[in-house]
Each structure stands twice: as structure tokens, then as C-alpha cells.
């Protein structure tokens, strides 16, 4: 059952006041007016002169003369009685209009707030309520939230500053570590041995670069992504499942079901996103498994599906494979693959084009992974 909002019910609060208040003066008017009419009129006693000069009252008078002075009671306290119950209405019906315009008035900043919540959910941090009027409630409510959307800003924008520092700072060893074994082993004469350890060491700093080039993902802006261009979800799979398709050491089955999927975002940002999905979806696989990769459109969004196989997934940890380096692990003998960022960074990607990324694990083992953005037609 759908509640009443705040204003409506603060306007039923203002009418049942009013109705009560009425009401209870009403009544009042009644009891006076029982005390005071019928005294007046059977008190009043005319007063006559005797033909012998000697004035006095005359008697009470017979039952029936004091019958109209009973009825013309009766009248009045009716008349008193329906004028009141009319006015009351008036009085109600003229406190629930201003009572819905004092409700409004009063509810504006509340509705400001609340815009301004909505605003900071969408990453736009630098929001703020900036409330003008008096020094009242909400007001200080309002200064507060904004007090406190002002830390929050500050504490992002260092995090980011840091990852992305840090992350910038690493690139330049690992680059020259990769020059150096890549002189080694392109050396005439190069023993097997040291080969065979040079793409070892190659392969280590691989993995290094895909952490980097991850936390400088995670560490960008959403609101700094401005280069949008109109980029096809297809093409993009199709693109990334040969390139990974001629370098996979363990063969892998897909299956595509690819229909144009027209988004607006960022090329380079959205071919990352692609890109950890499918290949995500390739390590995490068993041997000879199978992959399958649905791209669709209903014209307001566009969604990109991967299906794997591999081994059950427990739901509780298909969330959590989101959050930053959280990574399967099927056997402790060997550490899991990848860096644990690809999720991570898959939903960063997704977000900052107003999208969304979710998984779920199947009953037969392995892992649906959905992500959806919005189409380029309903972009404009």
C-alpha cells in the first residue's frame, strides 16, 4: 500500500487542527447560547398599569403563551447550529488550500536536498544545496550535507590524485625493466635458458602493466569523460574475440549472437571494457570450454551478455568479484589468474557512461556477466 507523501500528509494535519479547533468553538457558541437565549426571552417580563394607579408584573403567563417563546428556542439554536457546521466547512475547505501551499513552501528545500542526493548518487560530487532564508532547521540541515559533500569531494579527488600518481610512478620501472630483458634476450648468441626466463619475466611485467593500466581506470573521473563517439558493441566483440582468439594458449569455443548495439562513449575506455569481458570470460574457463557473447538493442539501451563454463560459482561471491582484486580461486595450488581488476574496472567503465555491470553464476558452473548502457538514439 503507497503512503501518503509529507505534504499531503501535513495538509490533512493542518485541517483535522482546524476541524478540531472549529469544533470545539462550536460547541462553546452552543452551551452559550443554551445558557443565554431561552433566559433572555422567558425573562423578560412585561410590566402594566391597573385601572387603580398600582403598577406590578403581571403573573406567569398560561402554558399556552409560553409555547411560541419555546419554539422561537428551538429555532434559534438550529439556526446557530447549521450556520456553525457551514462555516466550519468553509474553514476546513479554506485550511486545506492554504495548508497545501504552506506544505509546498515548506517542503521546497527538503525537495532541493533531495535533488541534490540524487545528483551526488550520479558521481556529481561537486554538488551543492547553497539554501538562501532564514537560519531555521533545515537550513542547517542543508549547510551540514553540504559540509559534508565537501569532504567527501576532497577525499575522492586525493584518492584519485594518489592511484593515479602511484600508478604513473610504477609505469616508468616496469617499462625499463621490459627494455632491458627485451635487449638481453635479443643478444646474439642468447643461451635457451635465458630466453625461456626472459618471457617468464615478460609475462610477470604483463601482468604488472594490466594492474597499472587498471588502477588508472579506477582512478579517472567519470564526470572528466567528455570525448563521447558513437561506437558499435559488435564490432568491438568481434574485434577483441579474434585478437585474443590468435593468442590464447588454451583453446576456448565461442559462440556469437552479435546485433548491432550502437552506444555513445569513450572509444578507448569502451574497447578496455570489451576487452576484460571476453578475456575474463577466456581465463576463467575450463579447458575446451565454451563461451558464449549476445549483444542486443531495444532502442533505449544496449546490453552486452557473456556466458562462460567452468566450475560452480558460489552467489555471494559473484558481487564481490567487483570489488578491487577480488579474483576466483578454484585451486589452491596455483594462484588464481588475472590481476582482479577486470570487473573492477568493468563497472567503473560501464558507470561513468550511465550504465550498469551485474553477474550471476550458473546452475551448471561458470558465470553470466551483463552489462548495459545506454543506446546512442536514446543519448540524444
Known sequence: MKRWSLRTRLTVAYVALTAVTGSIMLGLIVLLSDGVLPASVAGS??????????????????????????????ITYSAVLISGLIALVVVMAVAAVLGWGTARRALRPVRTITATAQRVADQ?????????????EIKELADAFDHMLMRLERSFTSQRRFLANAAHELKSPVATQRAVIEVTMARPGAPAELV???????????????????????AQNPDTIHRTERVDLAMLVDDTVRDLLARATERVEPALDLATAKVLGEPVLLTQLVHNLVDNAFVHNEPGGWVRIRTTSD??????ELTNGGPPVDDTLAEQLFEPFRRLCFDRAEPPPGSGLGLSVVR???EAHGGGATAWPR??????????LPSAASAH
Do not use: F, W, Y
Request: net charge negative; glycine share 14%.
Open 363 to 372: 546452475p551448471e558452473g561458470g558465470l553470466a556477466v551483463q552489462v548495459v
Open 124 to 136: 556529481e560530487l561537486h554538488m551543492r544545496n547553497s539554501l538562501d532564508g532564514p537560519a531555521d
Open 299 to 304: 532502442g533505449t539501451n544496449c546490453a552486452l
Open 196 to 218: 625461456e626466463l626472459g618471457n617468464k619475466l615478460l609475462a610477470g611485467l604483463d601482468h604488472q602493466q594490466r594492474v597499472l593500466d587498471g588502477l588508472l581506470t579506477l
Open 348 to 350: 567503473a567503465i560501464a
Open 45 to 74: 417580563r412585561p410590566s402594566v398599569s391597573g385601572d387603580s394607579g398600582v403598577s406590578g408584573e403581571i403573573g406567569p403567563p398560561p402554558q399556552a403563551e409560553l409555547q411560541p417563546v419555546n419554539d422561537l428556542g428551538t
